[in-house]
């Protein structure tokens, strides 16, 4: 582990910042916690409620299995204790979006306790800088409702869809010292949510979001007073969140005031927190278990069933692809990154490998490069997900294939990736179409060097005098002459020999 040097200089000194994160993210099942409303996101409001959503008299909860079953699944995977005992309870307090004047949720005895994430502060080398992050708990609660004060000039409306969606609340320790490290450990917590398959991490539309927890302290200092800014929804603004709440708080503090526990809101466009209420402590809800739901009992069966379910995790995957395919830490660390671009890379690593008919460890390097260069670089244009590419992972590995066994060169690829782009054609047809072959007619090569050494006799005689450096010219203005479809190796070889005649 590496101590974060991160620190707030103020008047009176440094401060550091003491950081812990309570993320909630909605469980990808097929309906909510409690009933069997769908949670489809973009609804028509209201299209979504149940009479148990609603709150309806003598309606009575039901627990969804698979629920349960993606929550025990994420614990697993957070290296977590899985509680075979849990319970729901009650939690007391007036919305109008709740329409049961009460939030189910686990404050007792939740189902999974105490886990940790490793996050890793050097993407270039993920092994480099690298700290445990403890996990407190990760419990199960139903979501509430949402009021909507835009619709109407005098009156808010209420969309009861969310009511009763089921949430994972997972609640790290305040083990965070940096905004670097709280990003870090949001963006490793979604990479591993989506891996499980138990949430899928669209911050954007509300159904992975944080509420973070800030407190400053002169560096050895016992824990400051705590805010909590509420339901920020991306990794860059729970960044900005953190730096402008503890430079608030260094002020304040500097200044002689107080810091008081509260929530509070952050708003991007000012990019600046401001206080909602105060904030309330556990007795204020009159937490108690709830009379209608019987606790939960995991048996041995179950427990199996969901560590069996379980794919092989971003860590596990990283050490695989650097140890067994030879690939760099950063580019393992890229590839495994987030689930969907290590299911394309490998798809696209079978593909290649029967292809070339070689062993995938022979051909992850030039896989690898390509995705991250090529592929990548062509998303990045046209604003795509790698789960939108155009080509298909066994398109991009017959282009693969060209290049490696000579009959295209790296820089006639590039021109065949971009007509694969835009027309969707197959590497192999583009190349016979259009006569793009890779030439390895040394005779057809030494005309083109003879005329390239002609034109150019003044940097003949400083190459020959001993300015080798020129000889990347010769090459470049032989392939010029080629048109890019000479064999770079044999072209490389028949100017050495022209130059030394």
């Keep these: 582990m590496t101590e974060s040097t991160y620190r707030i200089q103020g008047a009176t000194g440094e401060w550091e910042v003491v950081i812990g994160l309570e993320v909630h993210a909605q469980v990808t099942s097929n309906a909510k916690l409690f009933s069997g409303a769908a949670t489809t996101f973009g609804a028509e409001p209201n299209a979504q409620v149940s009479l148990v959503d609603a ?6 909860p039901v627990p969804n299995g698979e629920c349960v079953r993606q929550a025990v ?7 977590a204790q899985i509680n075979r005992y849990s319970r729901f309870d009650r939690k007391n307090y007036f919305y109008a979006d709740l329409p049961q004047g009460y939030q189910i949720s686990q404050l007792y005895h939740p189902i999974v306790g105490e886990g940790a994430i490793e996050i890793s ?33 005098t ?17 790290s320790r305040p083990d965070m010292r940096s905004p670097a490290e709280a990003g870090a450990y949001l963006k490793k917590l979604r990479s591993i949510l989506r891996y499980v398959g138990s949430c899928d991490g669209n911050m954007e539309e509300g159904s992975m979001r944080a509420d973070v927890n800030v407190s400053v302290r002169k560096p050895g200092d016992e824990f400051g007073t705590r805010t909590e800014t509420k339901n920020v929804n991306s990794v860059r603004y729970v960044m900005a969140t953190i730096e402008h709440e503890a430079n608030r708080q260094v002020d304040v503090l500097e200044s002689g005031g107080t810091i008081v526990q509260e929530t509070r809101l952050y708003d991007p466009d000012k990019n600046e927190t401001r206080s909602m209420r105060s904030k309330e402590d556990a ?18 069966a179950f427990l199996e069933g969901c ?85 298909s992972p ?18 006639i690829a590039k021109q065949v990736f971009e007509i694969m782009l835009e027309t969707g054609e197959g590497a192999g047809a583009i190349v016979e179409a259009r006569g793009l072959k890779q030439t390895s007619d040394t005779g057809a090569i030494d005309a083109a060097i003879a005329k390239v050494l002609a034109d150019n006799a003044d940097k003949v005689e400083q190459y020959r005098g001993g300015k080798e450096a020129l000889f990347g010219f010769f090459v470049g203005q032989t ?10 190796q044999m072209v490389n070889e028949l100017l050495k020999k022209a130059l030394a005649a």
């Design 55 to 60: 709150a309806m008299p003598g309606m009575l």
């Design 73 to 79: 699944r994420t614990g697993m995977a957070l290296n």
């Design 121 to 153: 502060l050097d993407e270039k080398n993920p092994d480099a800088h690298t700290k445990t992050i403890g996990i407190e708990r990760l419990h199960l609660e139903q979501d509430a409702g949402k009021l909507m004060h835009d619709q109407h000039p």
């Design 155 to 171: 009156m808010s409306y209420v969309d009861l869809n969310r009511c009763g969606v089921a949430l994972m609340e997972i609640v």
């Design 283 to 300: 007795h204020d809800y009159r937490y108690f278990p709830d009379p209608d739901l019987l606790p939960l009992e995991l048996d041995d």
């Design 307 to 391: 560590k069996a379910s379980l794919p092989e995790l971003p860590d596990a995957k990283r050490k695989r692809y650097e140890s067994q395919l030879g690939l760099s830490a950063y580019n393992a660390a890229v590839l495994t990154a987030e689930a969907e671009t290590a299911r394309w890379f490998e798809a696209l690593l079978a593909e290649s490998a029967k292809a070339q008919g070689k062993p995938e460890s022979e051909v992850a390097k030039g896989s690898a490069n390509w995705l991250l260069s090529e592929l990548y670089g062509a998303l990045n244009r046209t604003g795509k997900s790698i789960d939108d590419s155009p080509v």
């Design 394 to 411: 066994a398109a991009g590995a017959e282009l693969i294939a060209l290049v490696a066994d000579g009959t295209i060169s790296g820089t």
């Design 479 to 488: 392939m010029k002459a080629m048109q890019g479809k000479a064999n770079p």
